[in-house]
Structures are given as C-alpha cells and as structure tokens.
C-alpha cells in the first residue's frame, strides 16, 4: 500500500478495515474509502511539486492507493484539459465556461483513471485474474490495462452494448460475455462465478480504489483552477464514483490546506429513462429507489441502482447543488452544439451535461458570471451508433 | 507571426518569402519552410523551461509561427505519452521498446498538431474560410478547430472514408463534400474552386505550419528521451509531414544546443497497396513516382502522391534509415498484437509500425536493445470498418 494510506473505512458505518489486503464490499454491503495519514502528506508534499511532474493523475501519487510503484499501470491517464470554451460560452451568454475534457483519457473516456487505481492497487495486493459489469467504457478500460499488465480480464456487458466497445475488449485480448440484460444483471452473474473461478471483482464502488482513481478529477481541477474551485461542476451521473470521488478529493484536499472551504455546487445529470438519482433528489430522499424498465441511448447512463446512491445524494444536499433529467433528444441535440463550437466530439454523456447546463440557465439556478464544469466524461466515436441518429438536425439544433 | 519566426524559404530553392502574409507552396511550387532567428532563442530560452508550462505541443511557443497568443485555436493537442512497452518488448524480445501514443491527441489523431499550428497562424494573418482534401483525420481535425475558432471549414473526402470521420465533420459543423475518388482527387477539387470562393488552403505541406505543428513531436521525443534522441523511428508515412516535421525539429534543436549530433535512423512504413515512398527508397531514387490504382483499408496511407517526397527521401537516406512496406493484413493482424499488449488500440497505421518492425527484426536490421519508438498515429475507435473486418484471427495473430 501507499507509505500514506493507513486503512479503509466504511463509508456508512465508519468500521475499518486493512488496505493491505483485497477488499471488496464492508461487512455491511457499502463501499469503502481509502483514508490517507493526511498530516504526514501535509508535512512533506507541497501543492507546487506537482506542476513539475508527468501530467497523469500518478502526479498526485502520495494520495493514491499503490506503495511500489512498479505496480502502477499507466497508459497516460488524467491530467486532461480543462478547457475555456469561449465560442460556446460567447454563443450562450455564459461568460465563464469550462469544459474538462475527458475524452483524452486513454481508452477514450474517464474510466481509464478508475482503473489504473484499482488494476494497480490489486497487483499489488496479489491479484492477477478480473471481472466486471460493464456499460461499456469501464470494460474497454479494464479489458485495455489488463492487456499492458499482462493479466486476464473477464468483462460482461449488455449485448446492445455500442460495437466499439466490444471491438476494443476484443483487440485487447478480453474474455467478452454478452448479456441479454442490463448492466445489474452482468453484475450479478460475476457475483455467482466469481468465487468458484478465481476472479477478484472490480465493479465500481464495489472494490476501494477506483474512487481513488476518479477523484484526481477533483486534484485536477483545484490545480487547474489555481486551487479554487469552481462555482458550479455539471456531471453525468450513472454510479455516480466520479462525483463521489470528486466530493472526497475536495475534503481531502482542505485537510491538507491546498484549498479553502469553498466547494462547487455539484449537479448530477441523468436521462428522463432512468433518472433514480433525480427521482431521489427531488423527494428529499436519503437513497435512491431502483428504476424500472430504465431505457436510454446512453449506455454509461443506463444504471437503474447505484450502490453510491447515498453517497452522490449526500454530495448533493451539502454542496446546495441539484439533479436533472434530460431527454435522450436533448442530449444528442447538445452533443452537437457542443461540437459545433467547441471542437470537442463528445459522448453523449457529455452532451447531456450541456442540455442540464440550459435547463439550469432558463430557471436561472446559475448566474451568468459564474465558473462553470462540463464533464465531458468521454468520446464520441465509441457511440457512433447512437451520435449517428438524428444527423438531420445539426443545424436546427445549433444554439 | 513569432517573434522569433523571420521568414519562409521554399525547400527546393532557398528562395525567401514574408512570414508575415499568407502563402501556400513557393514559386516553383515545393512546400515552405518557415525559419526562425535560432540565435535569439538561444540566448532567451532554456530547456529547462518547458517542463514547467502546460502539457501541450505549444510549449514551445517561441518555434511556432504565432506571435498573438490570442490567435491561438488549442484543444489540448500535444504532449502525448512516450510508452515503454515492456509487456510487449518482452513478447518480441525487444528491450527498449516505446510507442508515442498519438491517439491522446484532440479528434483522436496526430492531425490535431498540425492544424492547431496552421489555423492559429492563418487566423493571425487574417485568413477566416479554409478548405482542405483529407483521408479522413485532417479533416476532422479542420472541422474541430474550426467550429472553436468560429470560423468556416469546408472539407473534401473520398466518399468510402469512414463513417467516423464523416459523422465528426458533420457535428463540428463543416461543410463536407465526398468525392468519388482519392485524395488527390479532391485536391483538385480546391485547387479549381478556392480563388473564386475565397478559400485558404490548408493542404498539408501546401501551406508552411501544419509542419510546425508536426514537427513538435520531434521536440516532445527530445525532452521525453531526457534531450538524447533514440535509435530508430518507425512512421507510418502517407504525406510524410511528421517525418519531415521531426526532421526539421532535431535540425533546429541541434543549433539551439538543446541535443547533439545523433539522429534516429527514419522508417518510413507505407502498405504493399500504395507504397510510392518504399519504391524509391529501394530504387535509391529522390523523388517517388505517383503510385497508380492505390488500394488499401488504410485511409492515412491512401496517398500516391506526396508534395514532400523529396524531403521524406532526404531524411531516410540522411538518417541512414530505410523504408518498409507491409500488407492490409499483416497490419490489422498487429494492430491485434499491440493492443493485447499494450492497452492501445491503434488506427491500423500504427498497427504498421509495428508489423514493419517485425520484418526489420527478422532482417536483423535493428539490434535488439536499441531505443526504438513506433508511431501510433491515432485511434482504432475512427476505423472501426477495417478494424472489424478479420476479428476472428485475434487469438492467432498474437506474438
């Protein structure tokens, strides 16, 4: 383990438990989190080394789950533009847009940060053998940094997953089952195999350190935001880690005195066919129900349980942010106009984020002067099938 | 332009031209070279510099051709990752083994160089309506970085480019035309149209800074490498600007005192079905024929004809390098092997590279522990049509 890591805890009942072994689940069935010896990090690492090292999310290496780092497995991870988007912005009359870019993560979306975390940690930790329930890109990044590690990966994934994603797992050399089902259903026939076969589970939230992994985001924008946040950050949320990491990479990094008190309003964006965080949040409720029949054209938003649920809710609730629901119509409409004057071809998880951005601005829950987050949270291309639909209407759609 | 930027030579004659104003090719119709006071950036700039600005290829701003940072269109291209691959290395019995990852680039290429380069200094010389023939990659990199510019892009393609390109041009908001023909085809398309429709060109090595652009991969290999170049280069070579580019770079290094007198030897990889570059080579020629009835599933290498060829032949021969041509199939069958042993999935032009370095190891043309670096010059997830073709060999085509 990191010489900083000291031990993981409960993220509902705080009992704790040895990061130097394989974990999945606490005994109670909720994630658990890393927690760090922040004094120590705090009297040896100051904020401004990282500039001077590799711009990948290892930079911030003292706050990541791996001791020797032989272990690590990195194909280029993180450290992603955080981009001034001023045509779009100019075009919307929002003076302060950003867009974090995570299409220019490996395997072309943001899953590549959780699992080079986690595909690290447990090679170090003595596992050698994987398995995963997959929308899509979390398999292609799994099935990618097994490849360079040379060990085996086992992905399930709904069979109407997009083709590039079976395409990659297939290239890198994955064990590829296809399911007729949704992501839940992959999830538990790993839960049936995994025992007899050998295989260590990295779901999201159900092993310690792809949250690791996904809240360099949080590192990355305090250092590209000079260590102040923004105002507001806008993200699609399927199992919500990437929020989550984000929110506790915020507290850790007010522990250690690299920024103040001042948090993001954060915003989760769902599609109005599985919408159980919005759901939730407009009830005031502390969980999320489970969302029947869920049905979107977004494959990484099509997650009708989140075993973070609690956890995103909490984030929401104490940052004053909110939740949206948009249409799978809208979200592909404004993934073109968010192409149209950013140059950015995003997923349509990205699009989306855009749409909620407008939703917002019409109730005037943002003010125009306000720095703002999109999270593009990964590339186009693998969603041709669903990008390539309603091609008809880019000009009609522009803003 | 920079203010280090003094002038344009023409690379055949030497003649001079104002880098002040647009051009396209010298009177005598070869590519512009721009040239820069090197004695000043000696004396203003250290290299040690560089790795304290921003991840990306404008770092070294002083070497490209914009002065008014204002003008300068940057989606985050550049600085991409240098991967030892040993995991791979080990399968071929290749100690120093490195993959410059391209596909990290924005609109998942190598292009993206070129054009931010190009467009940023057009923008500053007043120009605001481009045109540009593609295979695929430049056009969509064109059609991105104009849709952040806010200006106009009209782009030419071969109706059969893939539908990747096709779909991001689409979203970026150009205007696409798809020619039943080749590149060269749709060259000539322009060439008739642009004066009357007050179109710059931005062909490449037509106009003098996708070059620049191009050529930061030779700096970014310095400063990556610790500023001692490696071995050998292995490049997948359709226009050849980022050979020519790289070659120009390690030029302007050497006099800037930033590296000394070594050079990798240059390999230039085409495919058997349009190979106008390996012919020459082998025929110890200094410029190539055009290559008649030019057929390959690789929409970067379908170039017969390349406006730089004498200045590609130039560094081969120079850099005592040579040139490789490989089959469809034997490129696609490594594009397999790289990805189940590195994590990348690769266009099939770096797929190539590494096919081409078989055969070199096979002729014992390398040396084992040489420093060899293959270029992967962009993502699988835009050739998805060529890619899917033979997926049933993954098992068997592994090394």
Redesign the interface.
Known sequence: MSRFLTHLECSKTGETYDAGTLHNVSEAGYPLFARYDLESIKNSVDKSVF??RN??MWRYRELLPVNDMKYCIS??EG???L?K?D?LGGKLGISNLFIK?ES?????SFKARGISAAISAALERGAREFAMPSAGNAA?AL????????VSAHVFMPKDTP??FK??C????AEMELIDGLITDCGQIIQKRKEKEGWYEISTLKEPYRLEGKKTMGFELAEQFEWELPDVVIYPTGGGTGLIGMWKAFDEMEKLGWIGSKRPRMVSVQTEGCAPIVKAFNNNMKTAEPWQNASTVVSGLRVPSAIGDFLILEALYESEGTAVAVSDEELIDY??VM???????PAPEGGATLAALMKLKEKQWIKDDEKIVLFNTG????Y?EA??RN?KT??AA?A
């Open positions: 500039k001077e711009p990948i194909l280029g450290f992603t533009p981009r988007v045509t870019d220019l993560n490996p395997t072309g292609g099935a990618a940094y097994a490849a360079d590690a040379g083709l590039a395409l990659e297939e290239y890198y050399g993934s073109k192409a149209a004057h950013t140059g950015i071809f590339s186009g291309f693998k041709m990008l390539n091609t880019v000009n522009k």
